[in-house]
């Protein structure tokens, strides 16, 4: 019973409109990652959000906030996503990092890191601190189901290759893939 109930439970979490797909629209690579992994793993049109940003490595603070951050929070938001969507997928072409200060108290950031803090920022009306670590209040507990409100993040992760081959083969062989253990 334990096993059958885990799994509906594991299910209901990891269905299509649980996901958000970022696609940076200047980038023709992340363009057709997104329609790729839209199609073949079923993600509904209305969770995909796309935005208009150099396909750098790096965006500067404003950039990130003015061009990523406010754009998928608002597709989130305007679509009444923000508490339905766990995982936000963002694709090669959307910027990787923030630089900024070094050292302990330093401010520089991944964009992914800063993506999975939106949820936090959002529902307090209130940004996160920039200098130093944040917590990860999902960190050890992988025996309990993620949901919101509990874990007050996104989950993120990015599609990324060498060229768009190897992200379909990445795709297709998630696709593939059966869980053989515990």
């Known amino acids: 019973f334990r096993r059958v109930l885990f799994r509906s439970v594991s ?7 649980r996901v958000l797909v970022v696609v940076n629209d200047t980038s023709a690579l992340s363009q057709e990652i997104g329609r790729y992994y839209v199609q073949r793993r079923g ?11 150099a396909a750098g ?6 950039t990130y906030d ?16 923000r508490d339905s969507v766990y995982y936000i997928v963002t694709t090669a072409g959307v910027p990787l990092r ?7 108290q330093s401010d520089a950031a991944s964009v992914d890191s800063e993506l999975a803090l939106l949820y936090s920022d959002m529902a307090s009306g209130q940004p996160h601190r920039l200098s ?11 025996d309990v189901p993620f949901s919101h409100p509990q ?11 060498y ?10 062989r998630s696709l593939r893939a059966a869980n053989r253990g515990k």
């Open 11 to 17: 299910a209901v979490a990891n269905t299509p409109d």
């Open 43 to 53: 993600i509904p049109t209305s969770h995909v959000c796309h935005l208009k940003t």
């Open 57 to 62: 490595e790096d965006v500067a603070r404003e």
């Open 66 to 81: 003015r061009e990523i951050a406010r754009p998928v929070s608002a597709c989130l938001r305007d679509r009444g996503l």
């Open 98 to 104: 923030i630089p900024g200060t070094k050292g302990l």
């Open 132 to 142: 130093g670590g944040v917590p990860n209040p999902f960190f050890g507990k992988r």
């Open 151 to 161: 874990f007050p993040i996104y989950l993120v992760t990015r599609l990324a290759a």
């Open 163 to 172: 060229d768009l081959a190897g992200v379909q083969a990445i795709v297709d």
